[in-house]
C-alpha cells in the first residue's frame, strides 16, 4: 500500500505539473500579468481535490464534495490546456486559410464595388464625351503629320474647333505653330489641357472622383493580390489594414451612388484567425472545427492529464481500506 500511495502522489505531481505548466501558457495572453497567480491557485485547488479524493476514499466517505472542487479547478485548466495544446498545433494553418479566406472577400468586393461605380450613367456619358474628344485628337493628328500635308490646314483646325465647342473653357492660351516640326509639342500640351479641362468641367466631378476611387481600388488589388507572402511576411496583423481598406471604399463609393445603388462589403474581422486567446480558440477549435483530429487531440491531452490522478485514486484505493490494511469506518459508506 506504501508503495502504491507514492506512485500516486508521484503521479499527482508529475500530472499537475504538466497542467500547470500548459495552464500558464495558456492563460498568458488572455490574463496578462495576472497568468501566474491564477495558474498557482488552479494548481492549489487541483492537488488538494487529489489529495482529498484519496483520502476520502480510503475513509469509506462521500468523495462527492472533493470531486466538486476537482471539477472547478480542471475546468479552468482543461480550458488553458486546450488553449496551448490547440495553438501550437493549428496557428500556422488557421493564420493561412484566414488570410486566404479575407482576401477573397476584399478582391470580391473591390471588384463588385469598382464596377458598379463605372457603371454609373454619368460615369458612361463621360467616357463616351472623352472617347469622342480622344477621336477628334487622334484625327488632328493624323491630319497634321500627314507626309504628303503636313502641318496643321484646315481640316486639323476643324477638328480643334470641335473639341473646343464641347469645352465650357477650352484651352486659348496656345497658338497653332506654323512650323511642322513643332506641331507635336503643340500636340501634347493642348492635349493635356483639353483633359485639365474636362476635368475642371462641372459635369465631370463624379467622373473625377469615380476615376480616383478605380486607382484606389486597382492600387489595393495589386498591393493585396498574394495572400501567400502576407502569410509569409506580416501574418495576421494584414487583416486590421485590409478591414480598414475595406471599410472605406465602401464609404467613399456610398458618397457617390443614390440610396438604391449602395454597396455593403462584408465585414472583415480584424481578429480572425487570432488563437493563443482562449475566446478564439475554443471559437475555433469547437464552433469553426477546420481540424477535427486536432480539437479532439487537444481536448484529450488537456484533459487526461487532470482526470488520470483522480482515476488513479479510484482504483489504487480501495473504500475504507487504511494504510495498515485494517477495515476502517465504513458504517457510511460514501459515493463510489
Do not use: W
Amino acid at each position: 500500500m506504501l508503495v502504491t500511495r507514492v506512485v500516486y502522489y508521484c503521479v499527482v505531481v508529475i500530472c499537475i505539473g504538466i497542467s500547470l505548466y500548459l495552464t500558464y501558457f495558456g492563460f498568458l495572453r488572455t490574463f496578462g500579468e495576472l497568468t501566474l497567480p491564477f495558474t498557482i491557485v488552479i494548481g492549489l485547488v487541483l492537488f488538494l481535490a487529489d489529495f482529498l479524493v484519496q483520502k476520502y476514499r480510503e475513509a469509506g466517505h462521500s468523495i462527492l464534495l472533493p470531486l466538486l472542487l476537482f471539477l472547478i479547478g480542471a475546468t479552468f485548466s482543461t480550458m488553458s490546456n486546450f488553449n496551448f495544446l490547440y495553438t501550437n498545433f493549428m496557428t500556422q494553418d488557421v493564420a493561412a486559410e484566414t488570410i486566404r479566406a479575407q482576401y477573397d472577400v476584399l478582391r470580391d468586393d473591390l471588384v463588385s464595388t469598382r464596377a458598379r461605380l463605372v457603371s454609373l450613367g454619368v460615369v458612361q456619358s463621360e467616357l463616351e464625351k472623352r472617347d469622342r474628344i480622344e477621336t477628334e485628337l487622334q484625327n488632328m493628328l493624323q491630319q497634321a503629320t500627314d507626309p504628303n500635308r503636313p502641318g496643321c490646314g484646315q481640316r486639323c483646325r476643324e477638328h480643334i474647333v470641335t473639341i473646343n465647342a464641347q469645352l465650357s473653357i477650352p484651352p486659348t492660351d496656345l497658338q497653332v505653330p506654323a512650323d511642322a516640326t513643332r506641331f507635336q509639342d503643340f500636340f501634347n500640351r493642348y492635349s493635356e489641357l483639353v483633359y485639365e479641362a474636362l476635368d475642371a468641367e462641372p459635369s465631370a466631378s463624379t467622373f473625377v472622383a469615380v476615376r480616383v476611387m478605380q486607382r484606389d481600388i486597382d492600387d489595393a488589388l495589386t498591393r493585396y493580390n498574394s495572400p501567400q507572402e502576407a502569410i509569409q511576411t506580416v501574418g495576421l496583423s494584414v487583416l486590421s489594414e485590409i478591414s480598414d481598406l475595406s471599410q472605406d471604399i465602401e464609404r467613399r463609393a456610398n458618397a457617390l451612388l443614390s440610396d438604391t445603388q449602395q454597396v455593403s462589403h462584408t465585414a472583415i474581422d480584424p481578429g480572425a484567425g487570432r488563437l493563443g486567446e482562449i475566446v478564439y480558440t475554443l471559437r475555433n477549435g469547437f464552433i469553426d472545427r477546420p481540424n477535427l483530429s486536432a480539437t479532439i487531440l487537444s481536448l484529450v491531452v488537456g484533459t487526461v492529464v487532470d482526470i488520470l490522478p483522480i482515476l488513479v485514486a479510484l482504483i489504487a484505493f480501495r473504500r475504507g481500506v487504511n494504510l495498515g490494511g485494517r477495515s476502517g469506518d465504513t458504517r457510511r459508506p460514501g459515493l463510489l
